[in-house]
């Protein structure tokens, strides 16, 4: 199947018009017109990823976050992501990135369907028109009301997640609660305004966590890769269903940073 057929469905699913204006999605490194029999999937192209995609035969890379953000002037083996584009280009593997398109459109209803939240609406608006209202992170009421801690080790036993980090009173009831996987700074103001009890986010700052409280709101920090590792099997069953002629296989991955 060509790289174009498959870029159409993937757009279909998240349009890269949905993307925000600084971010850098769509197809980053490769050919349209290159024939795709296997497809691998990760949350980064990390060397080790890129290695695993050549090692398995791979024709295509599809990851979240682009491994081409900042501008670049040049394309050599001098810089590590230089030398990550090479490797894909010496190994004809197109390398396509859906990022803040997909966490509009995949992302956060995927994070709130695997919470259960009812009564879900956006959390920030990024993109309205006549028809519908689209942007970054869900709210909506939890299965059921329950203390910050138990909302907290619903969160880790949900996501498979080894720790959370939490700011907030451990008894605080939480019966309405925000999801913005990826780094969720920003998505304080717009829980805040929403009125929810709580945000799930990661990348969580002490000063952040702070001013949060002191507006009534609780954080459960749960990771950047860990909310944000469901665009893997999300991904994974989507080109199954829609795309089954293709190999899809995801790279192997773990959180890159440890806890001592």
Not at 136 to 152: F, K, N, P, S, V
Not at 166 to 173: A, C, F, R
Request: charged share 25%; glycine share 6%; proline share 3%.
């Amino acid at each position: 199947m060509r790289c174009d057929k498959i870029i159409e469905s993937l757009e279909r699913l998240s349009p890269s018009s949905f993307a925000e204006s600084w971010d850098n999605v769509g197809l980053l490194a490769g050919r349209t017109d290159k024939e795709v029999s296997r497809l691998c999937i990760a949350l980064d192209a990390t060397d080790e990823v890129i290695d695993e995609a050549v090692r398995a035969g791979a024709d295509m890379l599809l990851t979240h976050h682009p491994l081409i953000f900042s501008p670049m002037k040049k394309v050599t083996a001098e810089d590590f992501i230089g030398r990550r584009v090479i490797k894909l280009l010496q190994n004809d593997i197109s390398y396509y990135a859906m990022h803040t398109n997909f966490d509009v459109m995949g992302m956060a209803d995927a994070a709130a369907d695997e919470l259960g939240l009812k009564d879900r609406q956006v959390l920030d608006i990024t993109y309205e028109d006549e028809i519908a209202k689209e942007g970054l992170g869900r709210y909506g009421r939890l299965i059921q009301i329950m203390t910050l801690e138990e909302c907290a080790s619903f969160v880790k036993e949900t996501f498979e997640l080894e720790n959370v980090k939490i700011y907030g009173e451990s008894d605080t009831p939480i019966e309405w609660a925000a999801v913005s996987p990826g780094s969720g700074k920003t998505m304080i103001k717009p829980a805040v305004s929403a009125g929810v009890e709580v945000l799930i986010t990661g990348d969580i700052e002490h000063h952040e966590g702070l001013d949060a409280m002191a507006q009534g709101l609780s954080i459960i920090d749960a990771g950047h890769f860990g909310l944000e590792k469901i665009f893997i099997p999300y991904m994974k069953e989507y080109i199954r269903r829609e795309l089954p002629q293709l190999t899809v296989f995801a790279a192997k991955e773990k959180n890159p940073f440890w806890i001592l």
